[in-house]
């Protein structure tokens, strides 16, 4: 099932709903960066133990729907890894743009802004 929901306040109702340990949330951070709450908003309501996987890609505030790699867009990823870690997120992340090639590349970036923000 993709895109059950799109706002914090969608998201909300499934999980009030089904409280069942396998449904999980794929937290996509390019969609979240798109919408009024934005990536800080979306990380402040979710139950991060309910998140299994965090996607990557960078876009433009509130522009299209986009998948770039880190850096051609203006997320800050370094906030963005500060707030979903110390939210208690224990998942995985998962790069969500271009090709092998451009993930591969994308991988190393987002472990630098990482450390950079204090993630190892």
Known sequence: MHYLAHTVEEWRFYF???RSPAFRLSFTVNHAHLVP???AGFVEALEMARVEEVR???CFRN???VHLPPGQGDID???MFRRIEAKGFRGHYMNAFGSLDDMLDGRDE???LAAAAGVT
Do not use: H, S
Request: charge should be negative.
């Open 110 to 112: 987002f472990v630098r």
């Open 16 to 18: 009030d709903a089904i």
């Open 56 to 58: 990557l890609a960078d």
């Open 37 to 39: 709450e934005g990536i």
């Open 63 to 65: 522009g299209d729907e």
């Open 77 to 79: 990823f370094a906030d």
